[in-house]
């Protein structure tokens, strides 16, 4: 029975790892409030990043991601445009948004509370936002280990000097981003 078991854990793919971010398996989009009616929603179509995972030391954990301002899609070209301009994101100016965690906490199964320097159009602030595991898994053509994890949270715009319409552009903004990293 003993063997058996050795056998089953050595079988296990090692998720404890260091792990890269698959941009074709990760979305950032976001939503604000337009004129105080509907919402207008977009999204970063350009990420990447770093991941240390291990599951038994949450403490350990970190994450590094890297989102190209200028891939800001909403699915209207005059829109994109102004988003890249420095009513907004000054993509020429600041052309990159970042996150940089500072500290991982297991709130549960699965579920983080992870602090971290957020910079959007040039200005640093720290959040605390909520993280929950999707899944983890192993690649069935790489062989590699795989992580999933998902983060619902709220910022104010104007806390990253965004502060173009008043009125007409809603200031919180909810991120939704959902990330897959494969072992590297």
Sequence with gaps: MTRT??????????????????DDHTFALFRVQHMGAGF???????????????PANPAANKVSITIQAGSVS???PKMEEHLKSNDFFDVKQFPTLT???????KKGEGAYEVVG????AGKTKAVTVPVTRTGISTHAFTKK???????????NRNDFGIKYGPGAV??????????EAIGK
């Excluded at 056998?7 to 698959?22: E, I, S």
């Excluded at 207008?40 to 291990?54: M, Q």
């Excluded at 996150?99 to 906490?105: I, L, N, Q, W």
């Excluded at 320097?117 to 959007?120: E, G, H, N, V």
């Design 5 to 22: 078991l050795l056998l089953a854990a050595l079988a296990l793919p090692a998720f404890a790892a260091d792990y890269t971010v698959d």
């Design 170 to 179: 809603g200031d919180t903004v909810r991120i939704t981003f959902a990330l």
């Design 145 to 155: 280990p795989l992580v999933g994890f998902e983060s619902v949270f709220e910022i």
């Design 40 to 54: 207008t929603w977009g999204r970063f179509d350009a990420i990447a990043g770093d991941v240390s995972y291990d």
């Design 74 to 76: 909403v699915g209207v």
């Design 117 to 120: 320097d957020l910079t959007i």
């Design 99 to 105: 996150f940089v965690s500072k500290s991982f906490a």
